[in-house]
Each structure stands twice: as C-alpha cells, then as structure tokens.
C-alpha cells in the first residue's frame, strides 16, 4: 500500500476515537509522543508537527506536510488505606478499608497533528489531543463512599494553529482551542446516618423522628423497616463546550541553540446535565424507601457545574551540542488556582449546592532532556521531570483527585522507517508521593432546608500511586 495513503487512514482512525479516550488523572501526562520520550523537555525542538501543543511557533520549522498521529496507554497502580473516616455523626463509616483496583488496569488516549507548510514565512496546522482525563470506581461500599463512589473525566481539544517566520531569528505561533469535556460522577448518600441521627436524646432529633414516622404510616409504609437502612446513591452528569487559545515564540540564538516561549489560555466550561437520586435499596420497604427520599429533600434535577481549566506559560530551550547530542529543557508554571471549589447546583430544586473544596494553588513543573542519534536512522531521548501538586495539604485532598508531588523518568526513541516516514517510541514511569487526607464535608444531612447538599464525611486516609505511560506515534512527511 502507498504510505501516503496509510498515513491518511491512520489519521482517519485516530481522529475517529478522539472522543472516547480516557485518561488517568485530571491533567492527563502525554499529548505527544516525541515529547513524552524527553519527559516533555523538548519544547523548543519543533521535532515533528505535534509542536502545535507544546509552541505552534515551531511549525516554522517543519517543511511541507507533515502528520503526527499517536496513542499513549496509561498503566497506573494505586491502593487506599483507610485510618479512621467517619460519618457525619461521628461514627465510623464502616466498609471496605483497603483497596488496590479501583483505577483502571490500563487506559489509552491518541493525538493527530497535521502541518503543513505555505511559503518560507507561514505554515498551518491542526491538532486534536486530549488534555485532561480521570477514571476511578471505588467500591460501592468502601469507607469513602459518601465523598465518591467513581468518576469519569473526558475530554479532547480541536487546536488549529498557524506559525510565522519573521526572520531568521524571531518566529510566532498562534493557535484557537475548542475544548470537548464531559463528566460523570457517583457517591453515596448517608441515609443511615441521617435516620440513626433521629435517635439522639435532643428535643429537635425526636420532632423530626416523630414527623418521619407519622408519614410512613400516612403512606402506609412499615416503619419497623427502619430497623434495617442501607445507603442511598446519587449520580451527576455534565457536558460542554469550552474556547480559549495559545500562543507561542522563538528565538534562534544561534543555528543550533534556540528558547521558546508559550501560553496556552485558561478555559471555563459549565458542564451541563441531570442529577439523579436513587433510594430503592435503602429498605425492603418501597413506601418508606419513598417517604425517606421526600424527607431528604433529594429530587432528580438538572445540573450545573463550572470548571475553570487552568493557564500554563512555558519557558523551554534546544542546544544541539554536537552531530549526536541535543540537550533541553523546559519550565512550566500551572495558574491552578483557577479551580477554587466546585459547585455542583441543583437547577430549580431550591436546595443549596453541593461544594467540594479544592482551592488548589500553583504549580511549576521542571524537566530535562536530550536526544542522542545513535545512527543515521536511530536517534534516542531521555529525560527527567519532577511535578508539582496543586493539592494544598490534606484538609482539601478529595478522594475524586488523590493527587500529590510526583517524580518522571523517560526514554524514547524515533526509527526512521524510510526518508517519509519514522516511528516514535516512548515509555515512562512517574512516582507520587504518599497522598494523605482528612477531607472534611462542611455540610451534613440536617442542614437547614435550602443551605447546602452533602453528606457530612470526613475521609481520612493515604493513597500511593504509580504509573507507566507507553507511547507509539508514527509520522510522514509529503
């Protein structure tokens, strides 16, 4: 078969699933392969059309037309240990304490980069990625229920973008964002709780007991069915499109050493959708299962949640050293801050929002690289990476996002396949650190009606995590 045309159908196929891929984690770790074999050091180096992520300027760089497709698989390892978290009533939550599979065992996410080169000053191009992701499904009955049972974070990014030369020293790059993002989440509801709260010896617990069963028995439900109360369940959903831009500069120091410069804009979604709430296995009773809902004030709703992606300005630098040896590296600060707490609003219901704090802060992320042409048709990379969390401490590390510090390890390498075509090889390992937590829900059950939503927890426990990303991407030029 013709490569041209191979090229074309891989394109093809990879665009067609962009909208299905998953990710490990909120920001996901690779939108290019060339890069993620340098621990994304390689900024500046303009290796093939995928510069459109990391600085379009580099598209100045790249001669005729030229595309990058890719996929990278997301092998992560975690376990949960719980030390102590509690209902809102201050007693244990009970459940499973210790977990070890509620990340997926592998995820995968692919990229397409298309550039294509008009005249010595400009060149186009175009890039689809995914940039932020997270799946998790802790068990239905583990101790951090009521914070989240699972999570499902997806997203892809539409990036054309345009590259011009000014001179031999000074180039630009511009690009436009449409950001895809769609979110479902799950958690459990402490109706135990809420029902075992009605028996403290206060004046108000026996009002509110004494109303509960007067409407049981109204209904015509059994109320020696609350002898035996098991938890609720609630489910939300949103979707949106979002818009924002990036922007990216070169500077050729010499023929060999350049520094790059880009900025890639934050972008607000509100993710739209429904929230349901389920009470049917609460009791055997479906009469008392429907009186305890109405009580909680918990109705199906539409719903609505505004995430604030954050901004990320680069700082990167290429020296080609020799025939052989290039070395790089880059900066990256994260404007995370962006992302405060999240409201989750009921629309129309009249009860107060479901809040998870995050107050996350900002980041930098350094890493180092190099490349090292072992022969005319083999060239290898490397590099080292350490990452900063934007999780503040343990008071707002919410089991949806057990993040923490990290440390990144990688190596890579291009195969020339013929004077059109190569392939790109990447592997990495990424270790966090111990994520420890004492997340506390400001909202309990027996809020007033109309003030807030929540179950009141408090998750305490640690996470340990690692996890391997393996990158294959194949390129051509026309």
Known sequence: MNPKYLTLMVAAALSTVSFAANASGYRFGSQSVSAQGTADANGAEAADASTIFANPAGLTRLEGTQIAGGITAVVPHSTYNDAGSKRFTGTPTGGVTSLDDYAPKAVAAPSLYVSKKLNDRWTVGLGTFVPYGAKLSYDYNW????????????????????????????????GLDAEFMKAFLGQGVDVPGSVAALNTPTPEAAARRAELLKHIVAAGGNPAALASIKDGHAEMDGKDWGYGFNLGYLFNLTADTRFGVSYRSSIHHKLRGGAVWDFSGVTTDAVVNKVLQASSRKTNSAALVEVKTPETLSVNMFSQIDDKLALMGDVTWSRHSRLDNLHIVFVGTGEGDEVIRQQWKNTLRASLGMNYKLNGNVMLRAGVAIDESPVENATLRHAALPDSDRKQVSFGANWKVSNNSSIDLAYSYLKFDEAKSSYKNNCSPLHPAGTCTGNGETTVGSWNTHLQLIGLSYNYKF
């Open 143 to 174: 101790s951090g229920r009521f914070a989240l049972t699972n999570i499902d974070l997806k997203s892809m990014t539409i990036n054309p973008s345009i590259g011009f030369k000014l001179n031999e020293r000074h180039s630009f790059g511009f």
